[in-house]
């Protein structure tokens, strides 16, 4: 088509929808105004790691074409935004309640909380013991609250991959407990 030239809405309608790489084409001439987007939205300063990671996803996504690139990537940078407040939401409110135990607990409270943070420190120390990837995936599961799905794509990994992981931080997790019983 030349340049200038009129084109008709049938002509739109029958033209091939980008490629993957026009995704990513589409990304780079859209960065500051996806940025612009999720900073009015409400995304701070975390508007910057949030494109980065929607230019990561892009890049380890490859999907059919996508008919409107553009809105694609409004809605995934936005779906990243709410899943990054979802996670520091459950994050603040799993603090607020881990202080508020401490402060109002007892000289029994305190001794229980040693306790706990022993088992903590044991627990960590086995899931470390399955590997750093096996305890990025159950933190990034359990404390972060991520889909299996998701920390898949974060990774570069199977989804089935995950799920094994997962099943051996909880095997690591239960043969604790098991030796606590016995």
């Avoid at 935004?81 to 401490?102: I, K, P, Q, Y």
Wanted: charged share 25%; net charge neutral; glycine share 8%.
């Amino acid at each position: 088509m030349a340049r200038g030239q009129i084109v008709t809405s049938l002509e739109l309608e029958t033209a091939a929808p980008p490629s993957s790489a026009g995704l990513e084409a589409v990304y780079l001439a859209h960065r500051n105004s996806l940025l612009r987007f999720l900073r009015a939205r409400g995304a701070g300063s975390d508007a910057d790691d949030l494109v980065q990671e929607l230019w990561v996803r892009v890049n380890l996504q490859r999907s059919g074409p996508v008919l409107n690139p553009l809105s694609y990537l409004y809605r995934a940078a936005n779906n990243l935004m709410l899943n990054a407040f979802r996670s520091s939401t459950r994050n603040a409110e799993r603090e607020a309640a881990w202080g508020e135990v401490h402060l109002t607990g007892n000289a029994d409270d305190a001794e229980a909380g040693m306790v706990a943070r022993g088992e903590i420190d044991l627990a960590r120390q086995r899931l470390a013991d399955c590997g750093a990837r096996v305890q990025e995936i159950f933190f990034l599961f359990r404390i972060e609250g991520l889909c299996q799905r998701d920390i898949a794509a974060r990774l570069g990994l199977s989804l089935s991959a995950v799920e094994r992981d997962i099943q051996r931080a909880y095997r690591a997790i239960a043969a604790l407990k098991d030796e606590e019983r016995g």
